[in-house]
């Protein structure tokens, strides 16, 4: 019985932690937008006139200099979170969850550049991480998790 007890709070604690595979969370909308370049979602919001990378960006790489920037290499560590599309035939892997107050606005909007265009994007208010990932045929891909 003390077994089940302790197992029982233990999945509790994961549950409310959001620690280990028993938390999921819900997709509220998917957005999929068209890029045919490299991504960069700013982190925080930037103006249209901030196409350069910030430490905090989230990059997901088509090209192979922005492949190294997300992987590293043998002599350097990553410089920035992201993913890299290695196959153009299939989507990337999606990144680990973002905190989408860290890189909305005051109108819950985002800021991405498709290579140096400026755009933006709106998850629904009741958002609270989002996912990014890029795919073939151009794809740029959101999810809005509650």
Same mark, same amino acid.
């Given at each position: 019985?003390k077994?089940?007890?302790?197992?029982?709070t233990?999945?509790?604690f994961a549950?409310?932690t959001?620690?280990?595979a028993?938390?999921q969370a @819900?997709?509220?909308e +998917?957005?999929?937008? $068209?890029c =045919?370049?490299?991504?960069?979602?700013?982190?925080?919001?930037?103006?249209?006139?901030?196409?350069?990378?910030?430490?905090?960006?989230?990059v997901?790489?088509?090209?192979?200099?922005f492949?190294?920037?997300v992987?590293?290499s043998?002599?350097?560590?990553?410089?920035?979170?992201g993913?890299?599309?290695?196959n153009p035939?299939? @989507?990337s892997?999606? +990144?680990d969850?973002? $905190?989408y =107050?860290?890189?909305?606005n005051?109108?819950?909007?985002?800021?991405?550049f498709?290579g140096k265009?400026?755009?933006?994007s709106?998850c629904?208010?009741?958002?609270?991480?989002?996912r990014?990932?890029?795919g073939?045929?151009?794809?740029?891909?959101t999810?809005?998790?509650d």
């Amino acid at each position: 019985m003390k077994r089940l007890a302790f197992g029982l709070t233990l999945a509790t604690f994961a549950l409310i932690t959001g620690r280990g595979a028993a938390v999921q969370a @819900k997709t509220l909308e +998917t957005l999929d937008d $068209a890029c =045919s370049g490299d991504v960069v979602v700013k982190v925080p919001w930037a103006e249209d006139n901030a196409p350069s990378l910030d430490s905090g960006d989230i990059v997901l790489a088509r090209s192979k200099a922005f492949c190294d920037l997300v992987e590293g290499s043998t002599s350097e560590p990553p410089k920035f979170k992201g993913r890299c599309q290695h196959n153009p035939t299939k @989507k990337s892997n999606l +990144t680990d969850p973002i $905190a989408y =107050s860290s890189i909305r606005n005051g109108d819950w909007r985002f800021r991405w550049f498709c290579g140096k265009t400026a755009e933006r994007s709106r998850c629904p208010k009741e958002t609270r991480h989002v996912r990014f990932r890029i795919g073939p045929d151009r794809l740029f891909q959101t999810l809005c998790l509650d």
